[in-house]
T-cell receptor
Framework: AQTVTQSQPEMSVQEAETVTLSCTYD???????LFWYKQPPSRQMILVIR??????QNATENRFSVNFQKAAKSFSLKISDSQLGDTAMYFC????????????FGRGTQLTVWP | ETGVTQTPRHLVMGMTNKKSLKCEQH?????MYWYKQSAKKPLELMFV???????ENNSVPSRFSPECPNSSHLFLHLHTLQPEDSALYLC??????????????FGPGTRLLVL
């Protein structure tokens, strides 16, 4: 079974600072994908970043980057220059490479950015 | 209209009512999903449709009945629900569900309250 663990239920950061959200996962698969999704108060789930397990290079999207440690099964999200609009619930998710689109989600980390 | 839309956004129903949730995607995708998001629990995948065929039913009670008439529309028919079915129901779509790694795009959700 695939499991995704987010050990930080809540985090807070000052505007313009950097914050890192943790995620670990458990799988016996070698081909898989990892995602970070953001769910702001509007409840619309939005993709933040996507990582292919076979790629060693860490994915980046503007202020968002990941630290993908395949051996440790760790996939943390770093948000640089935090903005008030980054306040949201962040979900880490896992997808196997072989099967029918199923996403396994963690329980989420509520991030609050303070002015 | 673009993206994934869901109607209604809010729904209150009694346990004996019958109602339907609607999801529509304008992205040209071929796979659609229903998820349930309850407080304090990870997102739960309910159903997957790939090219209009149901490919996954994640042990969902029969009081939830999905329907996918074409690749752009997905319905969730509800009847004789229980109070514990109160949750946010999210619809998502992806290009296909033939393998993992496809990014899923989410709608804004329907907030359901069962009295």
């Amino acid at each position: 079974a695939q499991t995704v663990t987010q050990s930080q239920p809540e985090m807070s950061v000052q505007e313009a600072e950097t914050v890192t959200l943790s995620c670990t996962y458990d799988t016996s698969e070698n081909n898989y994908y990892l995602f970070w999704y953001k769910q702001p108060p509007s409840r619309q789930m939005i993709l933040v970043i996507r990582q292919e397990a076979y790629k060693q290079q860490n994915a980046t999207e503007n202020r968002f980057s990941v630290n993908f440690q395949k051996a440790a099964k760790s996939f943390s999200l770093k948000i640089s220059d935090s903005q008030l609009g980054d306040t949201a619930m962040y979900f880490c998710a896992f997808s196997r490479g072989s099967t029918l689109g199923r996403l396994y989600f963690g329980r989420g980390t509520q991030l609050t950015v303070w002015p | 209209e673009t993206g994934v839309t869901q109607t209604p956004r809010h729904l209150v129903m009694g346990m004996t009512n019958k109602k339907s949730l609607k999801c529509e995607q304008h992205l040209g995708h071929n796979a659609m999903y229903w998820y349930k998001q309850s407080a304090k629990k990870p997102l739960e995948l309910m159903f997957v449709y790939n090219f209009k065929e149901q490919t996954e039913n994640n042990s969902v009670p029969s009081r939830f009945s999905p329907e996918c008439p074409n690749s752009s529309h997905l319905f969730l028919h509800l009847h004789t629900l229980q109070p514990e079915d109160s949750a946010l129901y999210l619809c998502a779509s992806s290009l296909t569900a033939d393998g993992g790694g496809e990014t899923q795009y989410f709608g804004p959700g329907t907030r359901l309250l069962v009295l």
